[in-house]
């Protein structure tokens, strides 16, 4: 999303690529503020963020 590499959004959110990572495989659920925080530097809302088609 948004051209970002994992390393990109992890600095940006705080947290380590391999927590961005396990999220991405559906292996660590985030903590609402993470969610909300990823959102945020994604310009999206966290529905779309965890909604997948």
Known sequence: MRGMS???LAKACGVSRQTIN???NNKYDPSLSLAFQLAKVLQVTVDRLFVHP
Do not use: G, L
């Open 6 to 8: 994992q390393e990109q």
């Open 22 to 24: 396990a999220i991405e």
